[in-house]
Every structure is written in C-alpha cells, then in structure tokens.
C-alpha cells in the first residue's frame, strides 16, 4: 500500500464523522512490539491484511471501550499510547497483564499432566479457547531506546495505515450486505456517525428548542417557550428550560453568549434571577420552620467541563458579550475563570484566532497572557492550534502580540513535552510552523521529540499534512 497515497486519502478522510476504539488496544495479540521491537532488531511493519484482521477483532459491543474519533483523534493516540521505543502508561499495563495471562495458561497446562482424562479433557478445552490470546513463540518487549530515522517514518507510515485502514472497515460493517471490501483508495464515509457509530443530526440540528432559539438569538421564541408551561408551575417549568443541556453539557446562556446575542442572555439573566430568588425565600421559610419545597435543582453556568459564558464569548470573538459578563451586578466571573481543565477565556481567544479579543481582554480587563492551565498548555500552544476564524495573517498577528508584546515563551513545554510547534503540527497550521521557524532562527529545542519520541515533523506528517513539507521541516528545519 503506498504510503503516499495513504496520506493523501487519510487527509480526505480526517474531516468525516465517526468514533472507533483503537485496534491495538483491543486486540489481545497486538502490542506495540509487534510493529517494532527494539533498535538491534529488524522492524517489522503490520501489512494490510494483518491490520483489517485486528480491526475486525474488535467486538461489536463497544460501550465499555475508550473510542476516538476517526483520523486525528486515533492518531493522536497511537503516537501517545503505541510508540514502540516510549510506550505509554497504558500500553505497559497492557502488556504486562497479558505477560502474566501467558505464564498462568503455561502453569495450567503444566497442571493439566497430573489430571484425570476428564479433567484433562476440560482443560484443553479451556486452552483451545484461549489460543486467540496467546502465542507461546511471542515475548513482549517494553524497552526504550533511541529510534533511527528509518523506524520513526515506518513507525509514521504505520499509524497512517492503520488509521486509514480503520474508517475503511467502519464502512465496511456498515454495509453488511455486501461481501466485497472496500479499497483504501477509493473509500469514504458519507454518513456521519455519532460516537456509538449510530447516524445522527448535526449539533447544531441536535439542539432542543430552547437552547435553539438562544443560538439563534430568537428572543420572541424563548419567551414564547416561558410562556408555554403546560400543566407545570412556572418556576419548576423556568428552572428545568434554564437547566436544560444539550449533548455536550451546554445551556442556553452558553449558547447565547458564544453567539453575541445581548437581548436574549440579559432575559436569561433576569430567569435566573427570579428562580435565585425564588430559593432565597424557600430558605428562609425553611429556617422559619416552614416547609421547603426547593428541589436543591440550581441554575447552572457552567457546562459539565467547567466552561462558562465567558469562555464561549471569548472563543467566538464577542467583544461586546465579554464587556456586558465581566459588567454584571450577581455572579460576576473573574476575566481569568479557569474550566474544569484550567482554561481560561483568554486562552478560548487566542484558540479562536480573535486578535481584537485577545487584546481587549489583556489591555481592557487584564487578563493574565502567562496563565497555565492543567497540562501547562498557556496561551502560545492555544494560539499554536488556532482555528483561525480570521485568517491566517490575523493568527501570525496573534502571535506576535503575544510573543512581543505580552513576553509569552513561544518554545515552552507542556507535561507532554509538546511545544507551540507540535501543536501547530497537529493542527496542521502550516503558516505557524513557517512563522516559527522564522521567529526562532530553527531553535533546536523548540523542534525537539516530546515525551513520546516524536518529533513536530514526523506528527505533521502522520495527521496527512503535505509531504514536501514535512520533508523540509525534518531535513532543513530539524524538526
């Protein structure tokens, strides 16, 4: 299979919906030594064939299993988790259980000489049952050592295969009907499929009328909607509307803020005010003995990640948002609220791409450009990764704000290692990578392997990016 045009077809394929686990954590006989085993051995690479048979290996009930989405989120996986020379914590435990499963099978099949005939019988049994699990020849390696050139781009080529390979079969059982399988080089996924590989709506055409209407900054909806309580009591029915979350742990004010819609997130406002009133009360009747009738059902203001209005205004570049949040009499948030993760609005920003937002919220409100969050990711890996919702010059402009102005440390690593250019790499933000490698003069250290062994230009090329280009990143930048 041509590497070449498994990058190509793997960059098609990156943008389509679609969750699956990852073949060589659920395949009992994969492991990373079995793609590349030590430096003083000969690599051996997975063919075709032996990647679509641990794909199909995959059970069919896969709710109890970690899934990622198909393209980078797999990829991003196997280079953190499979890396053969540095495997990840869980590919150690992994494989040292497995260690352990072949040594008790050995004892039992040790013990299974000393047993009656019917014994015996049950045994082999047993044993024959397990040979899908175990290979008596094969050994399990988990040294590290310093990878050549050759095994890093196999070991590249790799993760593209089996990436690629896996969409490709997520198609194939979606058509059961059909005996033939489909070539990796003229697949496609035209469905969208939701994380249990069920066909599903858009978000956006996902949400429930409420959150929908604040979306769309249709105030005369969500009134309506207040107004349309059925047999409920008003300030049950306006407590569930406020609460009310869509897939992604998001309300309504959430939805609003994100979409700069003034009128609808100060009615919002003044709901929530009535239902904290409302148990204000409930308390004080409850202190004065009287009953309380409060469901301890509060409004939230915040997604399930700890997200708040805040972030949202200010990932999607809503100045005037932003101002009328940060100017409330109640609940006023800090400008630097962190997310369940330790993002803050400003790192929302600069992940937007927003310049003017950006300098609004550091020169207006004081935001802090060297705030961290949990992962040490700060603002300069944010801007790294931008969307660029403004364009590519707007983002560059960013950063130089931020590396100039603001004094942030564009070669900083995070608990991973990565710095801002492996998370350019796996943004596949060329115009970064160029920039930086302007900026920096092609520092060596900014360019150098992260925790698990990869280097920026080897993580380029395995998200799809362009061939020549990851060329010149290895050769001439070092990277």
């Not at 999607?316 to 997310?339: F, R, Y």
């Not at 690593?413 to 801002?420: A, L, V, Y």
């Not at 998370?423 to 990578?433: E, L, T, W």
């Not at 990869?454 to 290895?474: H, R």
């Amino acid at each position: 299979m041509s590497s070449l045009h498994t990058i190509q077809f793997f960059f098609h394929m990156m943008c389509l919906a679609g969750w699956t686990p990852c073949p060589l954590c659920c395949s009992p006989l994969s492991s990373s030594s079995t793609i590349l085993t030590s430096a003083s051995t000969t690599t051996r690479i997975l063919s075709e064939e032996a990647i679509r048979e641990l794909i199909s290996s995959i059970p069919d009930t896969t709710k109890s299993l970690k899934l990622f989405s198909h393209g980078r989120g797999l990829a991003a996986h196997l280079h953190a988790v499979h890396t053969p020379w540095k495997p990840g914590k869980a590919e150690i435990k992994r494989c040292k259980a497995l260690q352990r499963r072949r040594e008790n099978e050995k004892k039992r099949r040790g013990n299974a000489t000393s047993n009656n005939e019917e014994d015996r019988d049950d045994d082999q049994e047993r044993c024959r049952k397990r040979q899908r699990l175990v290979y008596e020849d094969s050994t399990i390696t988990l040294t590290s050592w310093q990878p050549t050139e050759e095994e890093i781009k196999r070991w590249n080529e790799q993760v593209v295969d089996i990436v690629a390979l896996t969409e490709v079969e997520a198609k194939n059982k979606k058509h059961t009907t059909t005996n033939t399988k489909t070539s990796i080089h003229t697949a496609s996924m035209h469905r969208k499929c939701s994380r249990n590989g069920e066909e599903h709506q858009s978000y956006r055409d996902s949400l429930p009328p409420f959150i929908a209407a604040a979306a769309n900054g249709d105030l005369n909806t969500l009134q309506q909607l207040i107004e349309n309580n059925g047999h409920c009591e008003i300030n049950n029915h306006i407590r569930s509307l406020l609460c009310l979350e869509d897939r992604n742990g998001s309300t309504a004010e959430h939805w609003a803020a994100g979409g700069g819609h003034i009128k609808c997130i100060q009615y919002l406002w003044e709901l929530g005010d009535r239902i904290r009133e409302e148990d204000k009360d409930e308390a004080n009747e409850a202190d004065d003995g009287s009953t309380n009738t409060n469901r301890d059902k509060k409004v939230r203001c915040r997604r399930r990640d700890g997200k708040t209005a805040l972030h949202y205004a200010s990932r999607n570049g809503q100045n005037e948002m932003i101002d009328l949040i940060l100017a409330q009499k109640n609940n006023v948030p800090s400008v630097d609220v962190v997310s369940g993760d330790g993002t803050t609005p400003l790192m929302m920003a600069c992940y937007g791409g927003h310049v003017s937002t950006v300098k609004h919220l550091i020169q207006t409100h004081h935001a802090d450009p060297l705030a961290l969050n949990e992962w040490n990711c700060g603002t300069a890996h944010f801007a790294a990764m931008s969307l660029g919702n403004e364009g590519t010059d707007a983002v560059i402009e960013l950063c130089k704000y931020l590396k100039h102005d603001c004094k942030v440390d564009f070669t900083c690593r995070q608990k991973q290692g990565h710095t801002p250019l492996h998370k350019a790499a796996q943004r596949q933000n060329r115009h970064v990578i160029e920039w930086l490698a302007n900026e920096t003069k092609l520092s060596t250290a900014l360019g150098g392997p992260d925790d698990g062994g990869n280097i920026p230009s080897s993580i380029y090329l395995s998200v799809g990016g362009d061939e020549d280009f990851g060329e010149w990143m290895k050769n001439t930048c070092r990277w």
